[in-house]
């Protein structure tokens, strides 16, 4: 068993001179919709601005996003971040090369904390994770579990989200606590610089350089550990195009390390022979796509030529159906996709089966790397949107999405019973509107107490169908605005109407208050921007 090395009492008994120098290196290739949310994330670590160095390895064509990295870098730099760009004039190496290019500039860091575009740590990131390597000088990195922003986007992020909660929650974690060999997931870590130096730095001749470093590590005698409490947000590739070209690229790269490490892991003399053993499982298991679909292939074969076949087919199907569906048990809340789950494992073998042997013969498809898309988090994310929360002090429009700058205020269950609120504004007298619409298609209009959320009064159920927009005017009145109709009510805090237009503009869409005075409305289709003064 591997216990949990032992923390410092804590980080903040030192001086900020005292703390290790910390090279955060972001590395990113022409991801555009995630560059700017990383870069934020990177500069806003809690760690002494002394001490912390943020590499941007940028592997771009884009013009756009070069510009767009260049921006954001820039505007870091005016606050006293000390943060710079690492571009190469060729590609050799892909992202180990990126690692390997930037590595000489950084051996002044005791530290590297390795992040790809798509991950999101939280500002405590390092102060989690550096006290492991600071009170243990044999450790080589620190390693995260992985959760996902979008892991409920779509039947494939379901399907991702269990694969890899079944890799962190328990393949990860149960090798750690064993003290048997676990691999670096090649972000979200942090490592030790002189064991990155020591192991002979990133090379470039696999497709994961992150397993290649880790077995290197291993059987030169360094440890690691594994931290499930600690968490760094990611993103899963959410179209299949994505996802193929990621699991081609993860089955092929360690049938490569299988290749390079045989002999180098037999020959060590720091780690005993049972680890040995377990290494050698390790790697083998990185061939059981091909041996899962030679399997199903002979089973069926002998199921059609063989009489009396079927009991044996059925035990080996029903044996790797209880394996696959015990992988559900680690996203409990899918546990009603279990069946899926077998169905698009199994529906992975072939493509797994050819990206195996295109690693065994080492084909030209073995050397490519092809770039996982990126789309950034939405901001129509569920997770956030589901709480009601409040801003802390924002900088720029893509840190609002950095989960580390929202605070949960207040939360109401069961406020509204089997209703939809469509819109809720507060007025200055912390008395709060719902524009609601019933299951049944009625609409009415409730003012509710912030502090209780006890109503003060509603308005009768009817039957219009108010539009998402309830926009609080000076003098404690509200202005609604109806989509069916194109109706614009104002009314006052008794829910008495004060002024009505009827059928104004079909399709109004938004409101805002410019000033005391004006307010302006949008409309769509056409899409118009229309501005009044209040009288």
Known sequence: KNSDPILP??????DKDDYPLVAVQVLMCNEICSVESIIDC???????????????????????????????????????IQIDIQRRKNHHGFKAGSLQHAFPLCRNAEYLAI??????????????????????????????????????????????EIALNFHHKCEQVVRCWLSLFFTFNGTGAVWRTSAIKRCGGWQTDTLVEDLDISFRAHYQGWTSIYLEHVE????????????????????????QVIRKSIRPLWRSKHIGWHKKVFCYWYLLQKLNNLIAFGY?????????????????????????????????????????????????????????AVATVAGMFNYESAKQWNVTPKYGLKKNNQDMLNNNITLNSPSTMSSLWQPSTWTLKD?????????????IKINQNQIVALSITLYQGNS????????????????????????????????????????????????????????????????????????????????????QLHFHTLK
């Not at 009492?9 to 030192?14: I, R």
């Not at 390693?143 to 379901?158: D, G, H, I, P, V």
């Not at 760094?232 to 790269?253: D, K, V």
């Open 296 to 352: 199903f292939f002979i089973l069926t074969f002998c199921l059609y030529y063989i009489a009396d076949f079927s009991t044996i087919y059925l035990i080996g199907f029903n044996v790797q159906l209880i394996v696959t569906i015990l992988h559900v048990v680690f996203t409990p809340e899918e546990w009603y996709m279990s069946i899926l789950y077998v169905f698009f494992e199994n529906a992975m073998l072939l493509h797994k």
């Open 115 to 160: 992040f790809d575009v798509d991950f999101l740590p939280k500002s405590d990131f390092l102060h989690k994770t550096v006290p492991y390597l600071i009170n243990n000088p044999n450790l080589a990195f620190v390693q995260t579990r992985w959760t996902f922003f979008n892991a409920k986007e779509s039947f494939l992020t379901r399907m991702q």
């Open 444 to 527: 009415r209009i409730e003012l509710r107490n912030l502090s209780s959320m006890e109503v003060v009064i509603s308005t009768i159920e009817s039957d219009l169908k108010f539009y998402l927009c309830l926009l609080s005017l000076p003098a404690n009145e509200w202005l609604i605005t109806e989509d069916n109709t194109g109706n614009m009510i104002v009314m006052n805090d008794n829910c008495e109407i004060q002024q009505q237009r009827i059928g104004y503009c079909n399709k109004l869409k938004n409101a805002a208050l410019i000033n005391d005075s004006v307010f302006v409305l949008q409309t769509a289709k056409p899409s």
């Open 42 to 80: 990177a500069c806003q670590l809690d760690w002494p601005q002394t001490s912390l160095f943020v590499q941007v390895l940028d592997d771009s064509s884009d013009k756009q996003t070069m510009e767009t990295i260049d921006n954001r870098v820039e505007e870091w730099k005016c606050r006293g």
């Open 411 to 423: 939360k109401w269950e069961n406020v509204i019973n089997k209703d939809y609120i469509h819109c």
């Open 232 to 255: 760094c947000q990611n993103e899963l590739p959410p179209t299949w195009s994505a996802y193929l070209s990621q699991q081609y690229r993860w089955t092929c790269g360690p049938v």
């Open 9 to 14: 009492s804590s980080l903040d008994q030192l």
